[in-house]
């Protein structure tokens, strides 16, 4: 073999042994971060170096052979004592039974000077009352006929359940996080009452039927503003095609943070037809992470992407366990960032502009900070490594996180969405799946208003229960004031 070949065969081996590197670093990585999903919450906070050392200094790490003898003196000095806050005070709303306690001694002839007042809390369990309505029937003079009262409207046509029993049915399966069969068991147990399971998901069905034109309303609201942020969660649905098998379908979340309303559209799969047919017609900003689906909707010129910081910094979280000093390094300029602004929205409050110029002053030379000290390290560190990831990562975001300060009123991150989609993951774990895929549809349906009723700090049970008993008649030009929140917003 030629001295020439020797090199192209040492290069080679070389390229290969560098790729096996690779390899390795990107396997044992996510190794590790199965591991974390396997043995619990994955946490994401950070605690930067410099407050370890600082904390260091009380740990006694010197070992005995080195600490040096030192004279002691006692110090004494004097504090003023912390006065407890004592219990919460019990909401004012609640009703109260008074119950009055006499002495057992005689108190006769004896002048009352005062009376102390204790009060603690009882619970009394829901009930469930049989409404029975009486319409008397009234014979008309000369035999012209019966007069007879009208039935009330009731959500579902014939059925037995009021609107507040649907309220509570739905409210227990989609916040409570109670599947049928178990409300049924808690039916029976505390009422002797058992409904089928099959009366209650054509409830379901029936509700959302009533409630879709108002979903619409819901939908058109959001799409009319200029801002919104957009996710997206994974979701079993039972495949009729395939007995016993389930489709992996998807719950497209689409949020408003300015008019706090939150709508999940589901779609059977993540491709982009479903988020390109909604979003047709949309114009403004689009804030979501860096799955590529948006990149194409972003082609659009009537919409304009701006990034999420969080995507952006979990992935230097990821990176920890493979390269931790790079990755601190990002992640204490990620949490001035986040003190900065944190500051701002307390000094701007709702003034947008003022927010907007403290942000270009005090946030937007940290994300240049971040961007420069990763092209100097890009290309240091192997591209398919956690850090390495996480740099490219950043790098090809980087104009979308640069739109997030065009405008006041844009999120660093998509932390609310993330939020909304919380319960649906919660419920996840209770339902497992979905029994077809228009049950994953009105599942969206009411994930929609429950969520909105949750960011407009509206009780979701109260919400449905008025809301199924207008909706029957209530004007189709006038629905938005049945939405969560409408009545507030307007009454101020």
């Not at 200029?226 to 079993?236: L, N, R």
Request: charged share 30%; aromatic share 8%.
């Amino acid at each position: 073999m030629t001295y020439q070949e020797l090199l192209v065969e040492n290069r080679d081996l070389q390229k290969k042994e560098k790729a096996s590197t690779a390899r390795i670093v990107s396997l044992e990585h996510q190794l590790a971060q199965l591991y974390k999903l396997i043995s619990g919450f994955k946490s994401e906070s950070f605690i930067s170096q410099a407050v370890v050392d600082q904390l260091s200094l009380f740990s006694g790490d010197d070992s005995p052979e080195t600490v040096e003898e030192t004279p002691q003196e006692t110090i004494t000095y004097s504090r003023d004592k912390k006065k407890h806050n004592g219990r919460n005070a019990l909401p004012e709303h609640l009703p109260v039974r008074e119950i009055t306690i006499e002495p057992e001694e005689d108190t006769t002839g004896l002048k009352k000077i005062g009376e102390e007042v204790t009060e603690t809390l009882e619970y009394t369990p829901a009930s469930l009352i049989k409404r029975r309505t009486i319409r008397p029937k009234y014979a008309k003079a000369d035999g012209e006929g019966v007069l007879i009262a009208a039935l009330p409207t009731r959500p579902i046509d014939k059925s037995i359940a009021e609107a507040c029993l649907l309220a509570h049915i739905l409210v227990g399966k989609y916040i409570d996080h109670l599947p049928f069969y178990r409300q049924i068991q808690m039916f029976k147990r505390d009422f002797g009452w058992e409904p089928a399971q099959s009366t209650m998901s054509d409830w379901m069905a029936s509700c959302c039927q009533l409630l879709e034109p108002l979903y619409n309303t819901l939908k058109q609201k959001i799409l009319a503003s200029d801002y919104i942020q957009a996710d997206e969660s994974p979701i079993k649905v039972l495949d009729s095609d395939k007995k016993g098998s389930t489709h992996q379908g998807y719950q497209w979340v689409y949020h408003d943070p300015v008019q706090k309303l939150v709508l999940f559209n589901y779609r059977k799969g993540r491709g982009q037809h479903g988020p390109k047919e909604l979003l047709a017609g949309y114009s403004g900003y689009l804030q979501c992470d860096g799955y590529t689906v948006y990149d194409k909707i972003g082609t659009d010129p009537k919409i304009a992407l701006a990034g999420c910081l969080v995507h952006a910094r979990r992935k230097f979280h990821d990176a920890l366990d493979s390269d931790k000093k790079q990755a601190e390094k990002a992640l204490a300029i990620f949490r001035d960032i986040y003190l900065e602004e944190r500051k701002i929205k307390e000094e701007a409050q709702d003034d947008l502009e003022a927010r907007k110029r403290q942000r270009d002053i005090r946030i937007k030379p940290l994300l240049v900070q971040i961007k420069t000290w990763i092209e100097g390290q890009q290309f240091r560190v192997l591209p398919q490594s956690p850090i390495g990831k996480a740099m490219t990562y950043f790098i090809n975001q980087y104009p979308k996180l640069e739109a997030i300060f065009e405008d006041g009123r844009i999120e660093l991150d998509n932390n609310l969405i993330e939020n909304a989609i919380r319960p649906m993951a919660i419920g996840r774990k209770n339902f497992l799946f979905c029994g077809s895929h228009k049950a994953a549809q009105n599942a969206a349906m009411l994930y929609s208003f429950f969520g909105s009723c949750k960011m407009q700090g509206v009780n979701p049970r109260e919400w449905l229960k008025e809301t199924l008993g207008r909706i029957p008649d209530h004007s189709i030009q006038k629905l938005e004031e049945l939405l969560p929140g409408y009545q507030k917003q307007n009454s101020i």
